[in-house]
């Protein structure tokens, strides 16, 4: 199957300060990709779709400007979460599709403290 | 919206036997696909199995199979031979066309030895 790459795996971040998140479609091309939060014991919660070229989509209630999303090649799409806070403290997945089967990256647990 | 929706947040099976998870969705098309992910405690996401809403024949994968019901809206999984490496987050999923993978509420899944 597809391959989705995601990276760094675990980061810690102090209060204030962005980081980024990558996530790569190794073997094929990705022209949508999908970004979820995951908390705790709970289901993924789908955050945005990167549309390669274009401008992000997000979901209501996810704030555009703290979760800028850049996606600029056909396997490359970045999540970066903006002057960081606690509260964003989480486990990010990404996913891209090939046809209608879902591939997901392996997820990056962020701690900001 | 398609919602998908899993009512045992817990299930627990003996090594060896058989557990059926339940899942429920709701649509108003008639095309669409179903699949049950897999999350172990690595958090990376597997497919388990997936169901296409054309095919009246149950998807099987091995130990894994699904009771497809399109009528009453219902895709449950059954794990036969329950072993130690199937405890582990499920998630039922939903898509529909183009539009976005619609996840449950998940069900953790507990096998005692």
């Known amino acids: 199957g597809a391959v989705v790459s995601q990276h760094p795996s675990w980061v810690i971040c102090k209060s204030g300060t962005s980081v980024k998140i990558e996530c790569r479609s190794l073997?094929?091309?990705?022209?949508?990709m999908f970004w979820y939060r995951q908390f705790p014991k709970q289901s993924l919660m789908l955050m945005a779709t990167s549309n390669e070229g274009s401008k992000a989509t997000y979901e209501q209630g996810v704030e555009k400007d703290k979760f800028l999303i850049n996606h600029a090649s056909l396997t490359l799409s970045t999540l970066t979460v903006t002057s960081a806070h606690p509260e964003d403290s989480s486990f990010y997945i990404c996913?891209?599709?090939?046809?209608?089967?879902?591939?997901f990256g392996q997820g990056t647990r962020l701690t900001v403290v | 919206a398609q919602t998908v929706t899993q009512s045992q947040p817990e299930m627990s099976v003996q090594e060896a036997e058989t557990v059926t998870l339940s899942c429920t969705y709701d649509t108003s098309e008639s095309d669409y696909y179903l699949f049950w992910y897999k999350q172990p405690p690595s958090r990376q996401m597997i497919l388990v199995i997936r169901?296409?809403?054309?095919?009246?024949q149950n998807a099987t994968e091995n130990r894994f199979s699904v009771n497809f019901q399109k009528a009453a809206k219902s895709f449950s999984l059954k794990i036969s031979d329950s072993q130690l490496g199937d405890a582990a987050m499920y998630f039922c999923?939903?898509?529909?066309?183009?539009?976005?993978?619609?996840f449950g509420q998940g069900t953790r899944l507990t096998i005692n030895p």
């Open positions: 999923a939903f898509i529909q066309g183009a539009q976005k993978l619609v």
């Open positions: 169901q296409e809403a054309y095919k009246q």
């Open positions: 073997d094929f091309q990705a022209t949508t």
């Open positions: 996913s891209a599709r090939v046809g209608t089967e879902a591939f």
